[in-house]
């Protein structure tokens, strides 16, 4: 009787397993977590990625151009998917060999994430629709298991490379209150440019790279604006995580929740470690180039990113330029708290000169949990060579450095707005010859804006509005630690 006992006990280790994770958290036959990539030339294809319980194997997308039709949907051409089944509690075997304890070609076998042991097997799918045309809006759909289909998903191809207009809305450092403050604060970025080409994230779009749990939270604050709106994210630190090893040890890598949720483009110029994180994609006027900084004590792949970065903003044709990574090359981080605040050598020697001689117009970043934006100027002072911006769009706040940027002296940068307690949402939009720049607080308030100009000596940046008073832990709201939230 009592082995009859501890064998239904046993049984019920699954279930009780699978009880304790929430509803929308479980994966299951039908598709979930759809989200939409953009391929190196968005103007005439792009990706799109969802997942499923372990049983789907087999799977396919469908395309089709939207009409005013009742039935556009009759003429869709379906796409056989390419299925990879994944052990969530398994790690990913490409260290970055960030830390000491990194080892390398540890076998996946004997690497596992404790934060998911619980969890069931998943399916991931990908398809890349291919052939386009140019600014056309297209509808997709996605499906599990058979006759189990996601709703259409409406999108649009950009304009080709050649034209004109680029739009796209910039958020960084998610991060924290996934599921209780940064949907509202997606959603306003959203309601603000419905019309987006494309939604950057600039680093720690999760806490913790490896749980399951808040990937479900961040797929669940975005829901159809990632299925509809091209995703662009850039790896930050916490999309790293150590693995636990069978020996005792562990290892720093990027999060295998990185490669199988997102369809990136690649390189063969670039290492292992390196794909999927540093890419390039060509939208209209506008190249954007995402870089890993987070490998920045990788000495070699750091340097081999450098490399491949300098090849491709050589062979950038594009009248403006944009880079975006996570740490900043001037940070503005008091943390920790009574020390000299954040800052990061090996990043701005690497990718400052480059960002100097080939006339990058915009500089994206995270990771200080509070705003700052300033600019390098010509020796005259007339013109701005490239422009500094570091936001955060997270619960999670940090104070701004009492000595401001004045140790960047020596790099003839000026720090011209900054802001503490405050996440934001910022959009910006590419025409012609002018970058209009906007930032925004939760209540839709104007925190932040300014318009750059290309003229024929050089690039002007105006002001078009009188901005609010700077935000600081001084003047604004009570404060609570963002660890309040869980």
Known sequence: MKHLVLILLL??????ALASTPIWQQASEYPDRVILNPTQLPSESFSVNWRTSEEVEITVAQIAPVTSAARF???AKTYKAKTQRAELRRGNSIPSNVHEQSRDNVNQERAQYHYNTHLADVAYHE???KNLKPNTRYAYRVRGDLGKWSEWYMTKTTGLPSSSTTRFLYFSDAQNGMREQFPALLRKGFKVMPDADFALYTGDLVDHGARDLEWAQWFSAGQFIHAEIPVVPVVGNHEYAHQHLTDGGKQWVLSRFWQDQFKLPTSPELSNQLQETAYTLHYP??????????IRHNETAFAMQTKWLRQTLSESKAKWKIIAFHHPIFSNCGMPLNSPGQDEPAVRSALLPLITEFNVDLVLQGHDHAYSRGSVKSEQGTHVNSVFVTASSSPKAYPLKKTRWDEYEEFNVTLERVGENTPTYQA??????TLSYRSY???GE???AFDITKTQPGNVMTYPYNLMKERLFSNTE???HHNSLY
């Open 11 to 16: 049984s019920c280790i699954p279930t009780i």
């Open 73 to 75: 949907d009759l003429g």
């Open 127 to 129: 398809v890349t629709f």
């Open 285 to 294: 006027n506008t190249d954007v180039f995402i870089v890993n900084t987070e």
């Open 428 to 433: 910006i939009k590419v025409h012609e010859n």
């Open 441 to 443: 607080t939760l209540t």
């Open 446 to 448: 104007l925190y932040d």
């Open 478 to 480: 009570p404060y609570k």
